[in-house]
C-alpha cells in the first residue's frame, strides 16, 4: 500500500513561533503537494514539488516555504506562526504523470494561539 | 490559471437513491485530467473516479459514474443506490497534461445519506 505519512495529526503552536509541517511518502513518487484545507473553501495549494530540490508555488503561498531535499520527503514551514495559519494541512503525492491519482496523507489540524 | 467550481456545499439524499454532484471548471487547455475525491469523516481522502478529456465516454466505477461535458467545462458525479458509507465530503479536481503539473481542488459538496 502506497504511504503517505503526516508527522502529526494536531498540532499547536504560538503566534511568532517557526513551524515544520513533515510528510513522507514511500513509494518514489515524483510529485508531492502541501494543501490546506478549510471549511467552504475546499483545499487549496500552497505548494508543490515535481523533483528534489524543484518547487512551485501554488495559489496561497504567502507565509509558507518548502523544502525538498530527498525524494521522499517534503516540509512545509511556517516562518513565523500567524492566528490565520490556524488550519488542516493536507500532504500529497503522485507519479509525475497527470492522469496518476494523487496520494494523502491523514492531515495535520495545526491551531496557532 | 485553472479554477474548479462546486456550487452546492451541501446535498443529501436518501440510503438507496441517486444522487448527483455538481463540478464545473475552467481551462483553456484540451488536454487534461478530471477527479473526484472522497473525504470521509477519518479525513482519508480517497480517489472514486477519473475521466481523460480526450474520452468522450463517461467513466463508471461501481455505483459511481460520471456526466462530463467537455464544451460546457462540466463533470458531474451521479451516485446510485447511495449507500450510509457515502456520507462524505467530496471534492472535484482538475490536473492538466503534462508531469509535474499542479492538483486544482473544488470547495467540495458535504453530501448526507440519510437512512
Known amino acids: 500500500d502506497v504511504k503517505v505519512t503526516q508527522s502529526s495529526r494536531y498540532l499547536v503552536k504560538r503566534t511568532g513561533e517557526k513551524v515544520f509541517l513533515e510528510c513522507v511518502q514511500d513509494m518514489d513518487h515524483e510529485n508531492m503537494f502541501w494543501y490546506r484545507q478549510d471549511p467552504g473553501l475546499g483545499l487549496r495549494l500552497i505548494y508543490f514539488?515535481?523533483?528534489?530540490?524543484?518547487?512551485e508555488k501554488g495559489d496561497i503561498p504567502e507565509g509558507y516555504s518548502v523544502s525538498r531535499e530527498k525524494k521522499e520527503r517534503f516540509s512545509l514551514i511556517l516562518e513565523s506562526a500567524s492566528t490565520n495559519q490556524t488550519s488542516m494541512y493536507l500532504c500529497?503525492?503522485?507519479?509525475?504523470?497527470?492522469?496518476?491519482?494523487?496520494?494523502f496523507g491523514q492531515g495535520t489540524r495545526l491551531t496557532v494561539v | 490559471a485553472q479554477t474548479v467550481t462546486q456550487s452546492q456545499p451541501e446535498m443529501s439524499v436518501q440510503e438507496a437513491e441517486t444522487v448527483t454532484l455538481s463540478c464545473t471548471y475552467d481551462?483553456?487547455?484540451?488536454?487534461?485530467?478530471l477527479f473526484w475525491y472522497k473525504q470521509p469523516p477519518s479525513r482519508q481522502m480517497i480517489l472514486v473516479i477519473r475521466q481523460e478529456a480526450y474520452k468522450q465516454q463517461n467513466a463508471t466505477e461501481n455505483r459511481f459514474s460520471v456526466n462530463f461535458q467537455k464544451a460546457a467545462k462540466s463533470f458531474s458525479l451521479k451516485i446510485s443506490d447511495s449507500q450510509l458509507g457515502d456520507a462524505a465530503m467530496y471534492f472535484c479536481a482538475y490536473r492538466s497534461q503534462g508531469s509535474g503539473s499542479r492538483l486544482t481542488f473544488g470547495e467540495g459538496t458535504q453530501l448526507t445519506v440519510n437512512p
Open positions: 481551462t483553456s487547455e484540451s488536454d487534461y485530467y
Open positions: 514539488s515535481y523533483d528534489v530540490k524543484m518547487k
Open positions: 500529497a503525492s503522485s507519479r509525475g504523470q497527470a492522469r496518476t491519482e494523487a496520494f
